[in-house]
């Protein structure tokens, strides 16, 4: 089972996101989240580093500058979306990876507290 570590830059990103409204609250993940197609339109305007903040892990031993080093996506590159926190949560649970699921946890409740 490959491990992850938290991506610091992704946290980051998302709480800029929170911080200025640009979040949808409520959306179905599997017709929100990007597909392959979604991820190499992306990648052929941005850098690998703006592709990476859109991940809440980082694979461990995978080589940077590949789809395979970012893990845990929240977001369609636009807005971040409650339930791709949520989908986070639940996944990093799920398989015990510890840090990003509390990274989730703690992203959402920074979302609830600032949209309630």
């Avoid at 946290?11 to 197609?37: F, G, H, K, M």
């Avoid at 979604?38 to 859109?54: F, I, T």
């Avoid at 989908?87 to 510890?98: D, G, N, P, S, V």
């Amino acid at each position: 089972m490959a491990s992850y570590s938290v991506n610091q830059d992704a946290i980051a990103r998302a709480r800029r996101l929170i911080d200025s409204r640009q979040y949808v609250l409520t959306s179905t993940w599997s017709e929100v989240q990007p597909t392959a197609d979604d991820e190499n339109a992306y990648l052929k305007s941005h850098s690998w580093g703006e592709y990476a903040e859109w991940h809440l892990g980082l694979t461990d031993g995978a080589n940077d500058d590949t789809k395979g080093r970012y893990a845990f996506g929240y977001g369609d590159f636009r807005r971040l979306h409650r339930i791709g926190l949520i989908a986070c949560l639940y996944r990093a649970a799920e398989w015990r990876h510890k840090e990003v699921e509390l990274a989730a946890h703690d992203l959402l409740q920074h979302l609830d507290s600032t949209t309630a």
